[in-house]
């Protein structure tokens, strides 16, 4: 993709447009396909620290690096270093579903086992050990990684972490048990009830309700896929929906938050219509080390709202990272 052009850190210029630090990624960033334990490729964009730690980043379900563009000129503003990657079968990294729509899981195992890869990697391309930003399925997946006892993460922030799911209109106990039955009569690999590959956001639609209050922002997401359509991914699968349940039991476990020793930092909106925050709040209090903020009036992409809620969630992840 021709946005991204390898130079040297101390050549950064801010960018002050707006419009452009949404819709273009920071010129030193560099992209670069990461292959995991089984030689499977998985893209990431890496941009090296002028004056700061370095952060890795764990983007949500359908998520890809572009989305975040604006986070990373923030952090290059700011002097920080940033690894960032597409999850296996999201993105740009190669697809798992049975059509490049489907959005399937090949198993939180095996994506956990790919994010043991990518700290690896960041903290061999950063020189030391990383702090980390993770959202939604990023987040869940962060935790379950920190709980299993693996090192190298300093301290983490959590955006709206996937600790449950709202599954609407279903709820959460009718989803896990449709979801099970459907994997069991052999629909796993199929797009749950209601979904579909995946359409152009329409502002002022339940979607953007759910995801951000700001229309601009909603709309950067159409503005990449439309540039780059390899970049869609449809909805989940029965699959997936049951492979998350899965994991989410597994995060929930007696003793599986408790044993997390990294130093924490939960921002939440107050009410999500996406994962379950109450779910949350119970997590966050079983952890010894967290702390918690919740954002009223703000959607489920807390970096994605408007610039009354965003601007004090990215002072507050920052300061955190930085350690104060």
Not at 187 to 195: A, E, I, M, R, T
Not at 207 to 222: F, I, K, V
Not at 299 to 306: G, I, K, N
């Amino acid at each position: 993709m021709g946005v991204y052009l390898e130079r040297m850190a101390t050549d950064y210029i801010p960018e002050t447009d707006g419009w452009v630090r949404r819709r273009s990624v920071p010129g030193i960033a560099v992209q670069n396909f990461v292959l995991m334990h089984d030689g499977w490729p998985v893209r990431c964009v890496h941009m090296p620290a002028r004056d700061g730690d370095h952060v890795l980043i764990l983007t949500g379900r359908a998520d890809f690096v572009e989305k975040y563009a604006e986070l990373l000129h923030d952090l290059a503003d700011a002097g920080w270093g940033a690894t960032i990657f597409d999850w296996r079968g999201q993105g740009l990294s190669r697809r798992i579903g049975k059509t490049p729509q489907h959005g399937a899981s090949p198993g939180f195992g095996v994506w956990l086992r790919d994010l043991r890869t990518m700290v690896d990697w960041a903290v061999e391309q950063s020189g030391g050990p990383v702090v980390a930003m993770a959202h939604s399925m990023g987040g869940h997946l962060l935790l379950r990684h920190l709980a299993a006892g693996n090192g190298t993460i300093a301290r983490a922030v959590l955006l709206a972490p996937m600790v449950g799911v709202q599954a609407r209109p279903l709820g959460s106990a009718l989803g896990r048990v449709l979801a099970r039955l459907q994997v069991v009569r052999g629909h796993g690999d199929d797009y749950v009830w209601g979904g579909g590959p995946w359409r152009p956001g329409q502002g002022g639609t339940q979607r953007q309700a759910w995801l951000t209050s700001d229309p601009e922002r909603y709309q950067d997401e159409s503005w990449w896929i439309g540039h780059y359509p390899a970049l869609a991914l449809g909805s989940v699968t029965w699959g997936w929906l049951d492979d998350a349940f899965g994991s989410i039991s597994a995060l929930l476990a007696p003793g599986v938050p408790e044993s997390i020793t990294t130093p924490l930092l939960f921002l939440i909106p107050e009410y999500d219509q996406l994962v379950d925050s109450g779910a949350t709040r119970r997590l966050a209090a079983r952890v010894p080390v967290a702390s918690l903020e919740a954002y009223p009036g703000a959607a489920h992409e807390l970096l994605r709202e408007a610039n009354s809620i965003r601007d004090r969630v990215l002072a507050a992840a920052l300061g955190f990272l930085a350690g104060a």
